[in-house]
T-cell receptor, first 114, second 111 residues
């Protein structure tokens, strides 16, 4: 079955720590995205990537970093520079040809600072 | 910045009534898509409408697109309690692969 998988489902971070959220897809999609969602709010774009070894900052990239070493994988690192990281993080992928297709989402990672 | 702004932010209706939510966006687009999110879960795609289409139907869903006003609406007919969720529009500015979501409408359908 094709799909997009995020792990872990829940993650706890201590002050000053970096943590990495995993996102893997086997849909052969070219583009991948990371979003942050705060309670009762919409999705805000953190980073996105269309091809391996290339990615672009979204609207709220400060305090985050990504890599795209493989087409299937797009991990997100929440660094200690992100002062308010507690949120729900969603990864998505889609095809971008001919105007783009629907996005497929993982089930999300809920990050809490302790 | 959000590409799409949706209204209303929240909507509460009785089962059987219709629910309408609106989305406005800022740039030219190739298509616009609507998604549903149940609390604490990932988003599920509902329907895609292309920039050269004005209206599209899928089951109880009806979507319209007005590119001159840069706006879209989602109508859910004969709503059910199971339709309770948040609904988001999403677009990508033409010529980019950026993909941005609206602020969402929280729909509550009362049984």
């Amino acid at each position: 079955d094709g799909g997009i998988t995020q792990s872990p489902k829940y993650l706890f971070r201590k002050e000053g720590q970096n943590v990495t959220l995993s996102c893997e897809q086997n849909l052969n999609h070219d583009a991948m995205y990371w979003y942050r969602q705060d309670p009762g709010q919409g999705l805000r774009l953190i980073y996105y990537s269309q091809i391996v070894n290339d990615f672009q900052k979204g609207d709220i990239a400060e305090g985050y970093s990504v890599s795209r070493e493989k087409k299937e994988s797009f991990p997100l690192t929440v660094t200690s520079a992100q002062k308010n990281p507690t949120a729900f993080y969603l990864c998505a992928s889609r095809l971008t040809g001919t105007g783009g297709t629907e996005a497929f989402f993982g089930q999300g990672t809920r990050l809490t600072v302790v | 910045s959000q590409q799409g702004e949706e209204d209303p932010q929240a909507l509460s209706i009785q089962e059987g009534e219709n629910a309408t939510m609106n989305c406005s966006y800022k740039t030219s687009i190739n298509n616009l898509q609507w998604y549903r999110q149940n609390s604490g879960r990932g988003l599920v795609h509902l329907i895609l409408i292309r920039s050269n289409e004005r209206e599209k139907h899928s089951g109880r869903l009806r979507v319209t697109l007005d590119t001159s006003k840069k706006s879209s609406s989602l109508l859910i007919t004969a709503s059910r309690a199971a339709d309770t969720a948040s609904y988001f529009c999403a677009t990508g500015p033409s010529g980019t692969y950026k993909y941005i979501f609206g602020t969402g409408t929280r729909l509550k359908v009362l049984a």
